[in-house]
């Protein structure tokens, strides 16, 4: 059974500072692996989906890549702004919404 | 159409009571998903329609938990006798059969008191 873990689960930065939020899925069996923001009480909004045959996906200030043979997913995020708090969640897709595996999230919170 | 429409957005009720959700997908996706997400925790499946057949549903959906889609494109998802560990944020999703990005809306919060 795919296990999505996220470190840390929360994360303070200063306003500028660049940031990478991690991810790691157990099962590299997976068809795409994808980030999604969600701020607090709303719904999930998609950043980045990484098909299995790619190795990066790039999204103006985000940058999200994918390590299968390591189980590894890592989302950066270069000159943090406060617009960017919320919780990133990750998902391995092992073939259909109906077999995403998600995350518990990083909470990131950008100071101004 | 501008994306998967959810309501109520929030729903505070009684334990034991009955309650319904909607969820209004993007017109021309056939492919509908309901995601159960807990605080601090990621969505969990529950279940998901192809057209209006159900072809999937999780261990997470009790015999208190049904769903339905009757025309192919709304879905509701009724709980009956409802308990305080129901209370969660309810996600619906929708996408294309063969395309592999689906499309969340913004969800109902259901708070059980």
């Known amino acids: 059974k795919q296990e999505v873990t996220q470190i840390p689960a929360a994360l303070s930065v200063p306003e500028g500072e660049n940031l990478v939020l991690n991810c790691s899925f157990t099962?590299?069996?997976?068809?795409?692996l994808q980030w999604f923001r969600q701020d607090p009480g709303k719904g999930l909004t998609s950043l980045l989906l990484i098909q299995s045959s790619q190795r990066e996906q790039t999204s103006g200030r985000l940058n999200a890549s994918l390590d299968k043979s390591s189980g590894r997913s890592t989302l950066y995020i270069a000159a943090s702004q406060p617009g960017d708090s919320a919780t990133y969640l990750c998902a391995g897709n092992s073939g259909g919404y109906q077999k995403v595996t998600f995350g518990t999230g990083t909470k990131l919170q950008v100071i101004p | 159409d501008t994306g998967v429409s959810q309501n109520p957005r929030h729903k505070i009720t009684k334990r034991g009571q009955n309650v319904t959700f909607r969820c209004d997908p993007i017109?021309?996706?056939?492919?509908l998903y309901w995601y159960r997400q807990t605080l601090g925790q990621g969505p969990e499946f529950l279940t998901y329609f192809q057209n209006e057949a159900q072809l999937e549903k999780s261990r997470l959906l009790s015999d208190r938990f049904s769903a339905e889609r009757p025309k192919g494109s709304f879905s509701t998802l009724e709980i009956q006798r409802t308990e305080q560990g129901d209370s969660a944020m309810y996600l619906c999703?929708?996408?294309?059969?063969?395309?592999?990005?689906?499309?969340f809306g913004q969800g109902t919060r259901l708070t059980v008191v």
């Open positions: 099962d590299s069996a997976i068809y795409n």
């Open positions: 999703a929708s996408s294309l059969v063969g395309v592999t990005e689906a499309f």
């Open positions: 017109s021309e996706h056939n492919r």
